[in-house]
Structures are given as C-alpha cells and as structure tokens.
C-alpha cells in the first residue's frame, strides 16, 4: 500500500520507499486519485480507501493518533494510514553522498558559506550537517519556512545558490540569487531553477562554480582589452597617426 501511495512522488524518500518494494517483487497499484502534499507527504485513494504517507506533520493535521507508535531517533520516518487510521511507518535512513564532505570541504576553501536546510527531523539534520562540516544546518522546515531562513543567509552573508531537488524546494529555489536543480528532480523544481545539473553528485556544485569564476575572468579580460583598444586608437588619433 505504501508503495502505491509513494510511487507518485519524486521526493528522495519516496523514491527509496518505491524502489524497495519494486525489489521485493511487489506490485504497486495505481490510484484513483492522488496528490502531493508539500512538506508533509502524500496521499491516494484507492477506491472506498483514502492512503496518507507523511511526516508527523502531515497525520497531526489529519487528527491521526500516532502516540502509541515508538519514537524513532534515526532516520526519517513515514507514517501510512488508512481511512484515518495509522497502519505503521516506515524508518527511511539518510545515507551520504561519498563526495559530500569533500564537496562542502572544497566550497569553503572558496570562501563560501555553507549551509543545509531540510524539512527532514533537526536532530537528523544536525548529525549529517556535522558529518559534511557544512557551517550550518536547519531542520523540521517547511518550504515557506525554508525561504524564511534563505533570505535570512542572505541579508547576512550576500548572494546566496540554493540547490535542491524536491517539490519543497520549488520556493526556495525561486527566491535565491542562483537557483540550481538535480536532473532527477521534480518537474517543478527544474523549471524554477537557473541551472540544471545533469547528474546528482556533489561535485558538480564545485565543477558549476569553476566554470563560472573562469567566465567572468574572460569577460573582465575581454572588457579591460577592448576599452584598452579604444582608448589606444582615441590617443593615436589624437596626435594624428590613426583616423577613421
């Protein structure tokens, strides 16, 4: 049930969630009747049946009593329940891109800030963004609440690239100086964004910002040679060796 409620979804958790019962064999379904709901998760109908698979967030906004589940303190959790009953969770544990650190590591030999923003639990987001060494990380944030906190960054450390991938991030994406999206995103957050990266590794962050410090110092070189040029033939027809 799961499966078929989350296979809707390009969320990075749904996905997984997908891909796990896709492993197993098992057969997703098609709903009726679907939709995303942002920051919190999904939902599906499936006949006489209404499926929500979300944070806590999405099952408290519903009137879904989740107090008799155990608490989890790793990973993110998914709550599936049907026709306003919680049926279980799913514990979906974050793993690290292997270039990650070394991304981040590389970005602030640059100079740049760096900073994580995720709807994802605070706790989970303070362990990754001690993990990649990121100056700072935020987390339990809805979109609305995500672009809070980037124009926040951005009146204190200046021009400020967003890269996200999620439906969630659409917002945020819209609202930085420089939005760039993963290729494997949802349709809304490619078409918001300035850049699109063809692959999701994180060291095409680092590769997008060396191609654009070397094209702007092409173009102040082109700049400083053509007025350099001009003002060589201004002199020059001035003292009458240049004419028209």
Same mark, same amino acid.
């Given at each position: 049930?799961?499966?078929s409620?989350?296979?809707?979804?390009?969320?990075?958790?749904?996905?997984?969630?997908?891909?796990?019962?896709?492993?197993?064999?098992?057969?997703?379904?098609?709903?009726? !009747?679907?939709?995303?709901?942002?920051?919190?998760?999904?939902?599906?109908?499936?006949?006489?049946n209404?499926?929500?698979c979300?944070?806590?967030k999405?099952m408290?906004?519903?009137?879904i009593?989740?107090?008799?589940?155990?608490?989890?303190?790793t990973?993110?959790?998914?709550?599936?329940?049907?026709?306003?009953r919680?049926?279980?969770?799913?514990?979906?544990s974050?793993?690290?891109?292997?270039?990650?650190?070394?991304?981040?590591?590389?970005?602030?030999?640059?100079?740049?800030?760096?900073?994580?923003?995720?709807?994802?639990?605070?706790?989970?987001?303070?362990?990754?963004?001690?993990?990649?060494?990121?100056?700072?990380a935020?987390?339990?944030l809805?979109?609305?609440?995500k672009?809070?906190?980037?124009?926040?960054?951005?009146?204190? !450390?200046?021009?400020?690239m967003?890269v996200?991938?999620?439906?969630?991030?659409?917002?945020?994406?819209?609202?930085?100086?420089?939005?760039?999206?993963?290729?494997?995103?949802a349709?809304l957050?490619?078409?918001?964004?300035?850049?699109?990266?063809?692959?999701?590794e994180p060291?095409?962050?680092?590769?997008a !910002?060396?191609?654009?410090?070397?094209?702007?110092?092409i173009s102040?070189?082109?700049?400083?040679?053509?007025?350099?040029i001009?003002?060589?033939v201004?002199?020059l027809?001035?003292?009458?060796?240049?004419?028209?």
């Amino acid at each position: 049930m799961s499966g078929s409620c989350e296979h809707i979804s390009s969320h990075p958790v749904a996905e997984s969630i997908t891909s796990e019962c896709k492993s197993k064999g098992l057969k997703l379904a098609e709903p009726d !009747k679907s939709g995303e709901l942002a920051g919190r998760g999904v939902y599906t109908e499936f006949g006489t049946n209404t499926v929500f698979c979300g944070n806590e967030k999405l099952m408290r906004e519903r009137n879904i009593t989740i107090s008799d589940m155990p608490e989890s303190s790793t990973g993110s959790v998914v709550y599936v329940a049907v026709n306003g009953r919680i049926e279980g969770r799913i514990i979906v544990s974050d793993s690290v891109k292997r270039s990650s650190e070394s991304t981040v590591a590389e970005l602030k030999s640059m100079g740049i800030h760096t900073a994580m923003l995720t709807g994802d639990k605070p706790e989970n987001a303070k362990a990754i963004g001690d993990k990649i060494g990121v100056d700072f990380a935020k987390g339990g944030l809805m979109p609305d609440e995500k672009l809070k906190e980037l124009n926040r960054i951005k009146n204190e !450390k200046g021009a400020v690239m967003f890269v996200g991938d999620g439906i969630n991030d659409a917002p945020v994406l819209a609202g930085a100086d420089i939005g760039g999206a993963m290729q494997s995103g949802a349709d809304l957050a490619l078409e918001v964004a300035d850049a699109v990266f063809m692959n999701s590794e994180p060291e095409s962050i680092v590769a997008a !910002k060396k191609i654009a410090d070397k094209t702007l110092h092409i173009s102040y070189q082109n700049i400083i040679f053509a007025l350099a040029i001009k003002a060589a033939v201004l002199v020059l027809g001035l003292i009458g060796h240049s004419s028209m």
